[in-house]
């Protein structure tokens, strides 16, 4: 398979990728309400983060403007319209419900809070939270870390985008933007791997430990777009052998290692470059089921922890509930993707976009 060398037709929507996010988002629901079934599911979180990258690029590959304000001002708004509708109504929902059965619902509730400004894997960390501790399973607000790193990062990229030319397309864009990710990457990972051995919290939760993460998948389509990456057609099932690798990993991992979490990575970048059209897996993470999974991810991400979470607080998690909370927290997904996430994405919230980002 050979990608075309049009910078524009690289950047256009791709169904696969919506695919992709429907597999990591069931593998982390899977994880969540059955650790055994899928010990690496959780592994999911850093296949959204790849996306993430590569998606966020792509996005600014189209858009080209000469303005530093309008630039800045019209990326914050864009992510603003797209994560905090539905944030802001989950933290009322879940909020409220949650004080009806905890009696000491504060820490929950400033997660939420802290949630809303970008900060929450900040406090979870201040909390000296263990991600894979049973008592996260009480907070409904715990998922937002992974949301609040990606808003970190979303602050700091979009300068490295501007003064490297790559918005405007300049001589050498590129290869400049190229160039600082790698630098920046590897000092990213290098400090994942030192700290991951003092303290495993601050490792998973901090966005510097994360960046080179989102970044891989900055890497990844620059590597597309600017390289002119080929594949040879000897190779067409690499990316279907990069899932199956990742599936593998999920299902035989059993808790947080660096080992995991360094090969997800890789082999999430090796299926977005090398995606073959002609492929079963391609077939299939393009069907309109699964791509309309895949749109509902960011809700189904919010609203499937909430339930959850409640449920530990109430009823529980057992085998005969677990139909109904599926059920229940896919409908609170689907609503909030058409009634609040949609509409409010899609509207103009005011003509001024410093007043939107207010």
């Not at 303005?67 to 909020?95: A, D, H, Q, T, V």
């Not at 990993?249 to 470059?273: C, H, P």
Request: hydrophobic letters at 45%; aromatic letters at 18%.
């Amino acid at each position: 398979m050979q990608f075309k060398k049009n910078n524009s037709d690289i950047s256009l929507y791709r169904p696969e990728i919506d695919g992709l996010r429907a597999f990591s988002v069931i593998a982390v629901i899977i994880y969540h309400f059955n650790e055994k079934l899928l010990p690496g599911g959780y592994l999911g979180v850093d296949v959204f983060f790849v996306i993430s990258g590569f998606v966020i690029t792509s996005s600014f590959s189209r858009r080209k403007t000469k303005n530093f304000n309008e630039f800045m001002l019209g990326f914050f708004e864009r992510r603003i319209k797209r994560l905090i509708p539905s944030l802001c109504i989950y933290g009322l929902f879940i909020g409220t419900f949650l004080c009806f059965f905890n009696p000491e619902p504060i820490p929950s509730i400033r997660t939420g809070i802290t949630s809303l400004f970008g900060f929450s894997n900040i406090y979870l960390l201040k909390l000296s939270t263990d991600y894979f501790a049973s008592s996260t399973d009480l907070n409904p607000f715990t998922q937002t870390w992974s949301l609040s790193v990606e808003e970190q990062f979303y602050i700091f990229f979009p300068f490295l985008v501007w003064f490297t030319g790559f918005n405007n397309k300049k001589k050498n864009s590129e290869n400049y933007l190229f160039i600082l990710l790698i630098f920046l990457s590897s000092i990213s990972l290098i400090c994942f791997l030192n700290i991951y051995e003092i303290n495993k919290s601050a490792a998973y939760f901090l966005m510097p430990t994360r960046f080179w993460e989102i970044a891989s998948g900055c890497l990844s389509f620059l590597v597309i777009c600017k390289l002119k990456f080929k594949i040879n057609n000897n190779i067409p099932y690499l990316s279907d052998c990069s899932l199956i690798i990742i599936s593998i990993l999920m299902i035989f991992n059993s808790g947080f290692g660096i080992m995991s979490t360094l090969l997800v990575v890789i082999f999430s970048n090796i299926f977005l470059i090398t995606i073959n059209k002609k492929t079963i897996f391609y077939l299939l993470l393009t069907h309109p089921k699964t791509v309309f999974i895949g749109s509902l991810s960011y809700s189904l991400y919010l609203w499937h922890w909430g339930v959850y979470s409640l449920s530990k607080w109430t009823i529980g998690v057992h085998w005969w509930s677990i139909p109904f909370q599926i059920v229940m927290f896919l409908t609170l997904s689907i609503c909030s993707y058409r009634f609040i996430e949609q509409p409010f994405r899609k509207s103009i919230w005011n003509i001024k976009k410093w007043i939107t980002i207010l």
